[in-house]
Nanobody
Framework: QVQLAEFGGGSVQTGGSLTLSCAAS????????MGWFRQAPGKEREFVAGISVNGGSTDYADSVKGRFTISRDDANNTVFLQMNSLKPEDTAVYYC?????????????????WGQGTQVTVSS
């Protein structure tokens, strides 16, 4: 089993920045792709960003391209999501997830372990 815990959420104003981190325990993450998803009130969970093994490739939702950056530190079993130029529509609970395979996917079905989530609130 893998336990994932997200850190770094909070409240910021439009245009601000936050960095989320996801720490894993019980199993190394280096052999798996990782992803970030988010869920806003009344909406379905949506893919935000994914990173493959060794950081060889990354994918982003169109809504965050150019503003968010996903990265990983396998030595410390941690994944990050740097979020810049935040907008009110980025307000959501953000979840870290471990993929079943080495290549990141946008579909939630491809991920088998999830963190509890961290709230990000962007005010105008």
């Amino acid at each position: 089993q893998v336990q994932l815990a997200e850190f770094g959420g909070g409240s910021v104003q439009t245009g601000g920045s936050l960095t989320l981190s996801c720490a894993a325990s019980r199993r190394p993450l280096r052999n798996y792709a990782m992803g970030w998803f988010r869920q806003a009130p009344g909406k379905e969970r949506e893919f935000v960003a994914g990173i493959s093994v060794n950081g060889g490739s990354t994918d982003y939702a169109d809504s965050v391209k150019g503003r968010f950056t996903i990265s990983r530190d396998d030595a410390n079993n941690t994944v990050f999501l740097q979020m810049n130029s935040l907008k009110p529509e980025d307000t959501a609970v953000y979840y870290c997830a471990k993929n079943r395979a080495a290549q990141a996917t946008m579909r939630a079905e491809g991920y088998d372990y999830w963190g509890q989530g961290t709230q990000v609130t962007v005010s105008s």
